[in-house]
């Protein structure tokens, strides 16, 4: 089974062919594998629909079962903001440590429950003809810190603290990032999904409710 996965960045392919490299005969395959780009506009109000959106346009264009995900960070006081506009949270073209700035200007009056926060991934897996054949969701719970700290990772690594750790996530190792990442939950729900549908099971896995 071939799955093209909707990124052209080389380390997400690789993530994924991780999580998934016990399920026989899987091979994944990035954007940038095919003869001509594929640009996606990212413009719904919920992962789920930004990831569905990718998922089908791509399927559709490539003629091959698609995987896509979309992610954020979601802030209990500011109403779980930035959400979807996690990556352009500053402006358009913000830079990670433009949006870490901005939500820390957001956040500066703001303590206690206020701070609570979550990082959220949803992953579609649709076939070539954009049929949905399973939706994931994982979360990675924590807080937003005071300051930044920290020099591994991306985005909101260097002000998120997860639930039970001290450190950022910029503080901790990639190892351990990648444990307890939004991302691998998702995952790990999809790789029985997989294996399901390697084996020519149907996948039953209803839509989560959008975000």
Known sequence: MQILVATTNAGKLRE?????????GLELHSLAS????????????????NALKKATEIAARAGVPCLADDSGLEVDGLGGGPGVLSARYAAEDATDLQNNEKLL????GV???????????????VDR?????AVVEGTCEGHIGREPRGRHGF???PL??????????????????????HRAKAAAKMAPLLRALQNGEPSATPAPKPR
């Open 16 to 24: 994924y062919q991780r999580l998934f490299s016990d399920i026989a």
């Open 129 to 133: 003809d954009g049929r949905e054949l």
């Open 34 to 49: 095919l003869p001509e780009p594929i640009d996606v506009v990212e413009d719904c109000d919920s992962f789920y629909g």
């Open 155 to 157: 985005g909101y690594d």
């Open 105 to 108: 200007s957001e956040l500066s």
């Open 160 to 181: 998120f603290i997860p639930e039970g750790y001290a450190k950022t996530m910029a503080e901790l190792s990639p190892e351990t990032k990648n444990a307890i990442s």
């Open 111 to 125: 303590s206690g429950e206020g701070r609570k926060a979550r990082f959220r991934c949803t992953i579609v897996l």
